[in-house]
């Protein structure tokens, strides 16, 4: 199954209307960036917070209209074998050299992405481009996130070579949904990153690590659960669609003893240390507290990974 831009069914019947953290995980996530950040920089961000939050997303809705932006968001380590981290060279030219950029793009470039995005905020920090310093750390936030999922981190991203077509979406959308109003997302204060590259990579290891579990804590709880309890309609938007029903949904968060808020609260800390970390690189320029209109990307659907 390719990932592409796919608004559909699966195997089950369930609807999948959500992509990287889901459009609800990402606005808060760089929402609460913004709070991690220090007084010489934090009043411009918190006067475009509403900014900030606004495009948190738009590089989900660039898949529809940008057919080389799908592999940004995820890294199939898996791909490259059993020791896919001692594989790996971390510099793309190393990297595209040992396995060619063809297949870097096919399986996943989300390191990389990151490390580009930072440097282009470093750029506009220098230029003192307001707009596009938040553009680009709206942009910076979200792939970063992204990289916290450990779901991005896998060839079986939605449980499609399992048996748990959907996983994907009960992970980083449905339980943000239904719990995240009760995680603790306040992370205290951004910190400087000396290597962005090194760093992002960091951030996938950790990531992967957590695939077995994701994935093997799933299987466990269908086999224990109720197997006309585990969906039900739920009203997304005007539609009412079969999805997680709330009840398998707090049993798989509570299965997996606060992952996903570890894996929010990471990605927040993440967040707010890249932008930190940029404008130190930039020569920490004077940043201005206007506040910048927002314009609103086009409305497109939701993004589904498939």
Not at 129 to 135: F, G, P, R, V
């Amino acid at each position: 199954m390719k990932r592409s831009i796919v608004l559909g069914l699966s195997g089950i019947g369930l609807i999948i209307l959500c992509s990287s953290w889901g459009f609800f995980a990402h606005y808060r996530i760089n929402r609460m960036a913004v709070y991690t950040l220090p007084r010489d920089i934090a009043p411009f961000y918190k006067a475009n917070i509403n900014y900030i939050v606004e495009h948190a997303v738009s590089a989900d809705k660039r898949r529809y209209v940008d057919s080389t932006e799908a592999p940004r968001h995820f890294f199939d380590a898996d791909h490259y074998g059993k020791h896919p981290w001692a594989a790996m060279p971390q510099k793309w030219t190393d990297a595209a050299a040992k396995y060619s950029a063809d297949t870097l793009d096919k399986y996943g470039t989300v390191p990389w992405t990151i490390q580009y995005q930072y440097y282009k905020l470093v750029r506009a920090f220098k230029a003192h481009d307001t707009t596009a310093i938040l553009n680009t750390s709206a942009n910076l936030g979200h792939y970063i996130a992204d990289a916290h999922v450990p779901l991005h981190l896998t060839q079986n991203y939605n449980g499609q070579l399992s048996g748990q077509t959907g996983i994907h979406g009960l992970w980083e959308s449905r339980i943000p949904e239904l719990c995240s109003d009760k995680y603790n997302l306040k992370v205290g204060r951004a910190r400087y990153i000396e290597n962005p590259l090194t760093e992002a990579f960091s951030i996938c290891r950790t990531s992967f690590k957590s695939v077995d579990t994701v994935l093997r804590f799933e299987r466990i709880l269908t086999r224990s659960f109720p197997a006309d309890k585990k969906y039900s309609m739920v009203l997304h938007g005007k539609k009412e669609i079969k999805d997680y029903s709330p009840a398998y949904t707090l049993a798989y968060q509570k299965i997996l003893k606060g992952m996903v808020e570890r894996r929010m609260r990471a990605s927040i800390l993440s967040v707010g240390s890249f932008w930190y970390s940029a404008w130190v690189d930039a020569g920490q320029p004077d940043l201005p507290t206007i506040t910048i209109s927002i314009k609103t990307p086009p409305h497109l659907p939701t993004v589904a990974k498939q």
